[in-house]
């Protein structure tokens, strides 16, 4: 059974009325650790619907999906151009146009993409939005041609409230407002937080807080390098195999 998130954020009224009255949206980013060369993290969800308790309720529900949009650079939004539900210890083959399909070839406990084409492509993991319910991404890497590229999907989420207009996947690799970090590894209570607007975010000793210029990329991708000597060395070890075949 697919593991239940949620993260409860108290507001006093007065920071409501001051984010509705000043154009703020909250933003939502999660972390993902891989291989595949320059990842960067793209915005996972946003809402602009606040009031004195929000809740934010997921399911590690993965996807996968490629994108024909080659550049990483910041602003940019990726759009999926084909996408999977998959589990790990599955994995992904792309085909021509970066049409994706699932098998159960992969190796156990990550979510493998491999491309069988010369062409490259964008691809990554897509987790359930907590505000849409539906399978939105939280990465985006380089997916060279013939290349295999591998996921773990880690538990940590970053929050933070803004007044920039940014869409769903946009890559974000720099925060534009002061967030807070935190690690839902084993969390099966809701984790409790507040904002202020003049004070700031507050949470339990598992969250950290960071300010606006913080590096999101650091943060957020291959931060706890959880894919392990012996997961790179399978990785190869399939990829020198499949290009031998």
């Known amino acids: 059974m697919a593991n239940s998130f949620q993260i409860d954020i108290a507001l006093d009224s007065q920071t409501v009325a001051d984010l509705d009255q000043n154009g703020y949206q ?6 993902a650790d891989a291989t595949g060369g320059a990842g960067v993290p793209v915005v996972w969800f946003s809402t602009e619907t606040f009031s004195n308790t929000n809740q934010l309720q997921w399911t590690e529900q993965y996807g996968v999906y490629t994108s024909l949009t080659t550049n990483l650079a910041p602003g940019v ?3 999926a151009s084909s996408s999977q539900p998959i589990n790990l210890g599955q994995q992904a083959t792309v085909g021509p146009n970066g049409v994706v399909s699932v098998n159960n070839s992969g190796t156990a406990g990550i979510i493998e993409v491999l491309n069988d084409t010369s062409a490259p492509f964008t691809c990554g993991v897509s987790v359930e939005n907590p505000i ?3 399978s939105t991404a939280i990465c985006a890497f380089p997916l ?3 290349g295999l590229d591998t996921f773990i999907p880690i538990e940590l989420v970053f929050l933070t409230f803004a007044t920039q207009p940014v869409n769903t996947g946009t890559v974000i690799e720099q925060a534009f407002a002061p967030g807070i970090l935190i690690n839902m590894t084993g969390q099966t209570a809701p984790v409790q937080l507040s904002f202020n607007m003049n004070t700031g975010w507050t949470g339990p000793g598992f969250t950290t807080n960071y300010g606006p210029t913080t590096s999101l ?3 957020l991708i291959n931060p706890g ?3 392990t000597r012996s997961m790179r060395a399978a990785r190869r070890a399939k990829a020198l195999a499949k290009r031998a075949a």
């Open 26 to 31: 909250l933003y939502g980013f999660k972390g």
């Open 77 to 79: 939004q990726i759009t």
């Open 132 to 134: 849409t319910n539906a």
């Open 144 to 146: 060279f041609g013939q």
């Open 217 to 219: 990329t650091a943060l």
């Open 225 to 227: 390098d959880a894919l």
